[in-house]
């Protein structure tokens, strides 16, 4: 079965700007994969902020953008808050499969 | 409001059977395809399975497939996972989700132990 690849960590200082990324070990990741992004804080189930790539939904602080880059999926956070400090997890799509990458935990500090 | 409660969880030895259910409301439920997710103790998620609109597609994680069975009830919005031959290492908490509208349940805790 594919991988999904994140960074394990990654800190940004508060109001910085941060890109966590979403690779596949299969090759690029594709608009067709209708990349997902997740953010999920301790004690809590996940919480949906991206989907197919970069729609938002109206929950989704516009400080959360989502995109292709590089051949990986995107999550950029803008104006890093410190209620921004959670796990966030990629999930891709391919062959009637879903994967999930293994998460970024991101510390605002 | 979008809500997912699921339910049927416990405590079950291995070899043995859980049927989770999830009850969904506040979105179309019939129109979209839902999945069951899970995440074990301080891990990630992982997906499970997934079941399309009408029953007629169902698909699962190499980690479920031939023990678990996903279905689902239109008339009664409600999404199910039958559970058999239970491992120790499927302790879990499994999330119904309804991944395009973005809805996630609370989840219901499965542990598997003798």
């Known amino acids: 079965q594919a991988v999904v690849t994140q960074e394990p960590s990654l800190t940004v200082s508060p109001g910085g700007t941060v890109t966590l990324t979403c690779g596949f070990s299969?090759?690029?990741?594709?608009?067709?994969?209708?990349p997902f992004w997740f953010q999920q804080k301790p004690g809590q189930a996940p919480r949906t902020l991206i989907y197919?790539?970069?729609n938002k939904y109206s929950w989704t602080p516009a400080r959360f953008s989502g995109s292709l880059l590089g051949g990986k999926a995107a999550l950029t956070l803008s104006g890093a808050q410190p209620e921004d400090e959670a796990d966030y997890y990629c999930?891709?799509?391919?062959?009637?499969?879903?994967?999930f990458g293994g998460g970024t935990h991101l510390t605002v500090f | 409001e979008m809500q997912l409660v699921e339910s049927g969880g416990g405590l079950v030895q291995p070899g043995g059977s859980l049927r989770l259910s999830c009850a969904a409301s506040?979105?179309?439920?019939?129109?979209?395809?839902m999945y069951w997710v899970r995440q074990a103790p301080g891990k990630g998620l992982e997906w499970v399975s997934k079941?399309?609109?009408?029953?007629?597609?169902?698909h699962y994680a190499d980690s479920a497939k031939g023990r678990f069975t996903i279905s689902r009830d239109n008339a009664k919005n409600t999404l199910y996972l039958r559970m058999d031959s239970l491992r120790v290492d499927d302790t879990a908490l499994y999330y119904c989700?309804?991944?395009?509208?973005?809805?996630w349940g609370q989840g219901t805790l499965v542990t598997v132990s003798s």
């Open positions: 999930l891709l799509f391919y062959d009637n499969v879903a994967v």
């Open positions: 506040g979105f179309s439920f019939s129109s979209h395809w």
């Open positions: 989700v309804g991944v395009r509208p973005g809805c």
């Open positions: 079941i399309d609109y009408d029953s007629t597609l169902t």
């Open positions: 197919d790539s970069n």
């Open positions: 299969t090759g690029a990741v594709a608009s067709g994969h209708l």
